[in-house]
């Protein structure tokens, strides 16, 4: 969108109601997919006009298809209909890209990804207690996450830095920035007290908390905050939940659980703060009315507590009305009744008490191993919900036969264990690489990390069977073809390329297998690392000291790398995340992932990245019945890769008048191939066959060379109405008169320079108009 600016970029009030002609000519509506684009780009012109929408996301039109543009006569939006459809495009990448900062999202994937387990429930046919079970353990197992963040950061702050470090004199000496917290340093100095230690370090969680909150209420209000259009009609029984009006709108589910999530994230600072004063006030002869303050404070945390799970458990918005409640004294009592805790907690660890020490490490095993504990009991009885639900109403397309959502919720707690474990773990080596002065992080922290590379080698195993399955399909794909192009002169190194392209766009189909294999790895590891932690108290290296010369080594090992491999992976995520917002290779190669995970609202986990289809959705659907209800014309929602959900999603949303006005025109669409399989509440057969009966029609193309977009392979043979069959990929084998120099092998892009693109989108619009027969096929075509 930045070279369109240099253009024309206001947008156009004075241009006028569409003409006869106009909607005579009909209208087709481009959504770009993964990676952005520019307007020029997509409309095949140097001049473009922003006829509505704003800096973040718009609508654009050719400079010449708007009246008086630049000052010129351009009356072309009367030019009669045998010049083709008005194309606009919706340029949307604003959305989901921006400065290199942004890239600090990609910190909080783990809460992206148990978001996005939210949303892989199984098919059901009716919404019933299994489906809210299922909605309730995934919020449950993301307000987990949010708890196991804070408390790493807890953990850094206040126990390694201000407990082990600030009261180890060599420690403290080698760090003059902590001089003023060391008892030996500072002449026992006012903050050297270790209470006072201990609330001075609160504040590094607590402004951690603050910021998840900032950036959730921002990014609230600018993407849940936007308004969908009202929907006239309930939704049928087949259709999926993207049909409900209030489905991407989710500003009052957002608002609960921000305030439910901030007020965990406090709560869990103000049980940090008072669980070690409260331990020392319970000795023998220690102060009895400090005691009894602690354990009234203690009591009032696991009340306040219990609120936070009791509002996370009750969902807290209907889809089926754009419900613009705003609870707006449950969003300041939690948050508040949780501040209060934490500043009475700072009071209390703070006061003066005579002889307290600090010595080894804060009480964090425990409190590691339950939330450990918890978030596996979670997860396993989310997959028995599912596995319920996928009983009840099979689906062979399913992926992973309906487990994906609790496989995903796992890797997700996985991601933020390791995570934990190996920040505390490099932390720790940070401040006293010998070990000498510091006991370190709690063990269940360092088994986590050591998890790391056993997965990882699984891992790779997987990969490498991958590899050799694939090389030997790519065999077999070079006798197709040879098949397909019978007569022409055989070119080896073409033929490899073709058949190598073909086998590799197959591995988006093996994503199943890879996330069941590492969610099985992380299950047996996690469960491994969590009886070991419980069962010796010791690190792996020396609960392993012992053994074998084998176990030992590999404890060993295990242990190093896994520091080593957290610090090195957050490098390079951070690297790449920022690679990916500036660079449009590298964004498209992990933009799928990253726009499928930020493409569902946040219905789990309010700190996950925003969702940029709550302001995409609503966008298209008003583009789209405003120009239907204006003219009564024809349109086509043209969409690419994640611009075919987007459509899809829009059409959804439509009234049923409206729909029958709209076609759809997808290629290189993953609706199937990765929604349909992940997500078969809301993307499978059902919907889908619901979806292609109550629009105008639907066409979809795909080319078998395209690693993410394929066939939608809709139910009861409804298939070959919306499936063309494969486009050629390469257009040409050879050499030939159309194509004097050799085609290029295109894969998921420039759809719309095939001819086949034209002409689905021509026999779409003359479907849409009764009075004028469709193009007649050409021989040989679907």
Known sequence: MEQSRERITEPRPDIPAPTAATTERGLELLVHGVGGTTPEKMLGDPRTVRVTGDDTAAVFRRAEEVPDAHGDAAPTLDEPPGRGPVREAYVWC???????????????????????????????????????????????????????????ACEVALDLVAWQCAGAPACAGRHSWLAFLSPTLSDDGWWSRPGRRLALAALAPTLLTALLWYLSHRTWSAYESHRPLAATAEP????????????????????????????????????????????????????????????LLGSGILVWAGAVIVVVCRRGRSERRLDQTLDRHL???????AVTLLLLAVAYAGWSRPGWHSGGRLPGDPAFGALMLAQGVLVVALAVVAAGLHRRLPDPRAAMRGLGGPAVALLACALGGVASGGVAQRVADWLDGTRASLTGPPVTLTWQASAIPPVLAALLVL?????????????????????EHPGEPEDPTRTRRIARVRAMATLTDRAPLVVAVGSAATLIVGLGSLVGALATGLAPAQAARNAGDTVRIAAETCQALGSWLIGVGFLLFVTWGRRAYKDASARRTIGILWDVGTFWPRAAHPFAPPCYAERAVPDLTWRTATWTERTGGRLVLSGHSQGSVLVAAAAWQLTPAARERVALLTYGSPLERLYGRWFPAHFGPAALAALHQDIGCWRNLHRRTDPIGGPVRLPDGHGPEVDHEPLPDPRAYGRTPEHPLPAPILGHSDYQEDPVYTRERDRLLARLHPDLPAPRPEPGQG
């Open 94 to 152: 604003n959305l989901t890209s921006g400065n290199g900062t942004r890239a600090l999202w990609l910190l909080l994937l783990p809460f992206m990804v148990v978001n996005l387990a939210h949303w892989m429930r199984p098919a059901a046919e009716r919404p019933g207690r299994p489906v809210r079970l299922y909605g309730l353990l995934v919020r449950l197992a993301a307000l987990t996450l949010t708890v196991l963040l804070v408390a790493a």
């Open 236 to 295: 049928g029984p087949d259709e999926s939940a993207l049909a409900r009006p209030g489905f991407w709108y989710g500003r009052r589910l957002g608002a609960r659980l921000r305030a439910a999530h901030t007020a965990a994230g406090l709560l869990t600072v103000a049980a940090a703060v008072t669980l070690p004063a409260v331990r020392f006030d319970h000795r023998p002869g220690g102060p009895a009315l400090l005691y009894v303050l602690g354990v």
């Open 331 to 337: 969003l300041r009592a939690l948050p508040l009744g």
């Open 463 to 483: 990969i490498a069977v991958l590899a050799r399955r694939t090389a030997r399909l790519a065999r077999a794909e070079r006798r197709r073809v040879r098949a």
